[in-house]
């Protein structure tokens, strides 16, 4: 089977600027994913897709495949990540010259990942026949239990209320947040119909000290307080 990575990494982040190519734990972020899709030696290809020069020379230093040159349409504030991934997606494999049978795409954000969640999501992919996997972790909110939305008349209610009261969160039916980590497809499925969620549509858990996506400066704190506490021994990956 033929296995391709894209990894998306637009250059206009407003949250954190610049932050793919930021120095996070000693090198830039965006060698993190990199890195470790080279390490699960699954993929026949690794392409990055971007609209930043610098981006791409980056990730060409870092051992990827590929550099391509994202459209400026695909790379605004407002524009979806799934289009940009089938663009990557089509160019690797012109690159490749032949299809993919599985695409995955990593994200670049998502530094603290493990080899394994990425071995882990394609082997769930091949374990269930499914047309895709997602990663998640655990959510701290529970929308039958603390989460909860605003109505019309500016009160609030539970996001999902339960037919019966749930007392104890923990009594909760199992939510998770997507972590953006991972995202494994069949290639065929996915370019007929390029998104997220299919009926099928399976997840992967990853536990929550691997799922910090850096969206903010805040993010990118815990990243660095993670990463140190890796160095002292004080976590395990």
């Known amino acids: 089977m033929t296995f391709i990575c894209t990894i998306c990494a637009r250059g206009g982040s407003k949250g954190v600027p610049g932050k793919n190519i930021r120095i996070v734990a000693g090198?830039?972020?965006?060698?993190?994913?990199?890195g470790q899709a080279?390490?699960?030696?699954?993929?026949?290809?690794?392409?990055?897709?971007?609209d930043s020069a610098?981006?791409?020379?980056a990730a060409m230093t870092a051992g990827a495949d590929l550099a391509i040159q994202r459209p400026p349409e695909m790379a605004t504030d407002t524009a979806g990540k799934v289009p940009a991934i089938?663009?990557?997606?089509?160019?690797?494999?012109?690159?490749?010259?032949?299809?993919?049978?599985?695409l995955v795409d990593l994200d670049a954000t998502s530094p603290l990942r493990d080899v394994s969640d990425i071995t882990g999501a394609v082997a769930?992919?091949?374990?269930?026949?499914a047309t895709n996997v997602i990663t998640g972790a655990r959510a701290r909110k529970s929308p039958y239990f603390?989460?909860?939305?605003?109505?019309?008349?500016?009160?609030?209610?539970?996001?999902k209320p339960p037919p019966e009261e749930v007392l104890r969160r923990q009594d909760a039916p199992a939510c998770y947040d997507m972590n953006g980590s991972v995202y494994v497809w069949r290639r065929d499925a996915?370019?007929?119909?390029?998104r997220v969620f299919y009926p099928d549509t399976r997840l992967f858990e990853m536990p929550?000290?691997?799922?910090?996506?850096?969206?903010?400066?805040?993010?990118?704190?815990?990243v660095e307080l993670l990463f140190a506490a890796r160095a002292r021994g004080a976590t395990r990956p």
Request: glycine share 4%; aromatic share 4%.
């Open 190 to 194: 996915f370019l007929a119909d390029p």
């Open 54 to 57: 610098d981006i791409l020379a």
């Open 146 to 159: 603390n989460l909860v939305e605003s109505r019309d008349d500016g009160t609030v209610g539970l996001s």
């Open 86 to 102: 089938a663009h990557a997606l089509l160019a690797a494999e012109a690159h490749l010259g032949r299809p993919a049978e599985v």
């Open 208 to 222: 929550e000290d691997r799922s910090v996506d850096i969206d903010s400066p805040l993010d990118l704190t815990l």
């Open 38 to 50: 080279r390490e699960s030696r699954l993929f026949d290809l690794i392409a990055v897709s971007s």
């Open 124 to 129: 769930l992919l091949e374990a269930t026949g």
């Open 27 to 34: 090198k830039p972020l965006i060698s993190w994913t990199i």
